[in-house]
């Protein structure tokens, strides 16, 4: 006979669980965008000869 205990669930499935992954995930997804807002920004500040002695150019610039 099979046995269901109810008290038991897998890590996350549970309803408060899955809200905080809903709540948290945009905060993370938008704390990243303005990481890569503020590098970007402040590489663009630098000269070429800077961004050519930590290997970089203004081209990469748009890809990060």
């Known amino acids: 006979m099979a046995y269901f205990d109810p008290t038991t669930r897998a890590s ?3 309803l408060a669980g899955r809200i905080t992954r809903f709540l ?6 938008i704390a990243e965008w303005n990481d890569r807002r503020v590098t970007r920004n402040a590489l663009s500040k630098l000269t070429d000869r800077e961004l050519d002695d930590i290997g970089l150019c203004r081209s990469d610039l748009e890809a990060l």
């Open 24 to 29: 948290t995930r945009p905060t993370a997804i």
């Open 12 to 14: 996350g499935s549970t």
